[in-house]
């Protein structure tokens, strides 16, 4: 699709719509039946409605202008909305990554019925990253195995994600060793999950120069990660686990549990025997003082 402004034409593809006239032609847009779109439909209507207005309508005193006239650039902020709107949707509908696609074919393995949504964020180190079958990456999604690219990996896959999965816009997934995402695993936008942090160890040397620590991350099949959810080194999310929204995960959980906080702690917890049971401490009754006094000497 191009579109250009010229003048007082806007240009869609083979479509000309003239902004300062009421005329209008777009081949491109009838349908098999003959039916128009129905965005070309509307733009097609107001410039209509227009031309009646032009046609009965005058400035009332000489040099003031008619309400068509004042209405113009209305109606062309309209015709250009709608014209970047529909350009947008073709980019990120052509723009995003499929099986058999040049992008895809980049990956360890990228199953059938995955996407990755356009934009994309920061892609790199694609040779040591398996996608599964029929999951979503979302847009602006950073998926990366090692610190730049061109890294060589010491071990394969560094970043796996399973069959059936969805991962919400703008997370990051972050492997240098081992990052392992189940079947079924859902995350809200803006999740943050790493198996690398920075070694402090030494007082003397600032830390980002300082030796980095990998430790693998399991996230469990039928996992959901709620918005924000930092997933740090050592974690290991058993299966059906929930972690609420702004949790700072690290250590090991049971399947089928609930976490919560910074740090993330078990909050609810499922057994065959009683179900869903609360981990949380009862509160405990205010503390009551007896009265010893008496009178004083």
């Given amino acids: 699709m191009a579109t250009v402004v010229s003048g007082n034409v806007l240009l869609i593809g083979s479509a000309a719509i003239s902004v300062s006239g009421v005329t209008a032609t777009d081949p491109r847009h009838e349908g098999p039946a003959g039916s128009a779109d129905p965005r070309t439909e509307a733009m097609l209507s107001e410039l209509a409605e227009l031309a009646v207005l032009r046609s009965i309508q005058t400035p009332t005193h000489p040099g003031e202008a008619s309400p ?52 994309l964020g920061a892609v790199f180190g694609q040779r040591w990253i398996h996608i599964g079958k029929d999951t979503l990456i979302g847009p602006s999604v ?51 999950i790493t198996d690398q942090n920075h070694g402090y160890e030494n007082p003397d040397e600032v830390v980002h120069s300082q030796w980095p620590n990998d430790v693998p991350v399991v996230i469990g099949g039928g996992s959901w990660l709620g918005t924000g959810v930092v997933v740090l080194p050592g974690t290991r999310l058993g299966h059906n686990v929930v972690v609420g929204a702004g949790s700072v995960v690290r250590g090991s959980f049971p399947d089928h549990c609930v976490i919560a906080g910074v740090p993330a702690r078990v909050v609810r917890r499922y057994t065959p025997e009683a179900g869903w049971m609360s981990t949380a401490k009862p509160k405990q009754p205010p503390r009551v003082v007896p009265d010893v006094g008496g009178e004083p000497d």
Avoid at 161 to 182: A, K, Q
């Fill in 68 to 119: 068509a006239t004042r209405s113009r650039p209305s109606l062309r902020r309209r015709i250009l909305g709608t014209a970047i709107h529909a350009a947008w949707e073709w980019v990120a509908r052509n723009g995003a990554v499929g099986p058999g696609d040049g992008r895809a074919r980049r990956f360890g393995s990228f199953g059938e019925g995955s996407c990755l949504a356009f934009p």
């Fill in 142 to 192: 950073s998926l990366s195995a090692g610190m730049v690219p061109g890294q060589k990996m010491v071990s394969d896959p560094v970043v796996s994600i399973g069959d059936r999965c969805m991962i919400g816009r703008g997370s990051h997934i972050v492997g240098h060793f081992s990052v392992e995402v189940g079947d079924d695993v859902h995350t809200g936008p803006y999740v943050y």
